[in-house]
């Protein structure tokens, strides 16, 4: 009953008292849907690195791949703006189908595995100039559409769709999370060889959580092609759309829900609105640095903190 009372004002307030007290701040609107857009890579590389136990650095793979396929289905093909965005996240999917072969190595031979053939997608998105126009980018990409009187174009719209994908995503994650096959999972990762003797397919459970980080991170990559109207090769397959999740994710605490879309909002405008203005030219710098901090002082996150002072603060409040 408390969760309950808990979401509905949380959703009200994401619904309602943001779009109210951001509505004369576009630059600022702007930063949240930003910011939102990080979280939902956040959100997929947690449930691929937390449930998978894969850790990704080529999440910018998916991310590039969506938004292409979103941008070239309106604008050569006259696809409608939300499917069109639909068909990016499946893309995403059949890409890392390709990958598929990769989920044979372990640790950081994987992680690097998907770092290559996220470079592999952005020279083929620079090298196919017939359908991609190549380094000369894409550009007057569709905005998103007017829908029964409402603009999904201009900066509330765009904020709402986002914060909608975020939500669905994270219902999806705790759906996955609290089900059986979130049980074989986690049980996976402690020891993959036991699981396999009861009959658990361990290759088919890590496949199906690739797929569906690729999914979530498409979807957001042709979102963000449809907001900013305009792509190129180095800038959807740009190695940002792989780190600053990771970081986000870590620095909030990737397993949990809330940590990885914490961490994303609070890493983005902290960076956005006071490192940047202090440090124009090596903010990321000072943004590493608080990373490295966080993992020294509380290695899985910024939530996990809070709550070991909670409890300390419980156990002195009773003692």
Do not use: C
Not at 56 to 85: C, D, E, N, Q
Not at 144 to 149: A, D, E, N, S, V
């Amino acid at each position: 009953m408390k969760n309950g009372v808990i979401g509905a004002i949380v959703v009200l307030v994401l619904y309602g008292g943001v779009p109210l007290l951001m509505r004369g701040d576009l630059y600022l609107m702007s930063l949240i849907v930003a910011s939102l857009t990080i979280a939902g890579i956040s959100l997929a590389w947690s449930l691929l690195g937390n449930l998978g136990g894969m850790v990704s650095f080529g999440h910018a793979a998916f991310f590039g791949v969506g938004s292409y396929i979103s941008a070239l289905l309106t604008m050569k093909a006259g696809w409608p703006v939300f499917p069109a965005m639909l068909a990016g996240g499946v893309g995403a999917v059949v890409a890392s189908v390709a990958m598929l072969p990769a989920l044979r190595l372990k640790g950081p031979y994987f992680a690097l595995a998907i770092l290559a053939y996220a470079q592999i997608f952005r020279i083929l998105a620079t090298e196919w100039t017939s359908m991609t126009n190549g380094p000369a980018g894409l550009s007057s990409i569709p905005a998103l559409p007017k829908l029964f009187g409402f603009d999904f174009g201009s900066k509330t719209g765009g904020y709402l769709v986002i914060v909608t994908l975020v939500l669905i995503f994270a219902l999806v994650y705790q759906r996955l999370r609290a089900s059986d096959t979130g049980l074989a999972l986690r049980a996976m990762q402690e020891s993959e060889d036991a699981t396999r003797v009861v009959g658990v397919n361990s290759t088919a459970l890590k496949a199906g959580m690739l797929m569906l980080s690729a999914l979530m991170t498409g979807i957001v990559g042709a979102f963000n092609a449809h907001v900013i109207n305009f792509l190129e090769p180095d800038y959807a397959f740009n190695a940002t759309w792989s780190v600053v999740p990771i970081i986000a994710a870590i620095f909030g605490g990737y397993r949990s829900i809330i940590g990885a879309l914490a961490g994303a909002v609070v890493v983005y405008l902290v960076d956005q609105l006071v490192l940047k203005s202090i440090l124009p030219g090596s903010h990321q710098i000072v943004l590493g640095a608080l990373l490295v901090a966080m993992i020294i002082v509380s290695p899985s996150g910024l939530t996990a903190l809070r709550l070991k002072k909670r409890a300390r603060a419980d156990a002195y409040a009773a003692s």
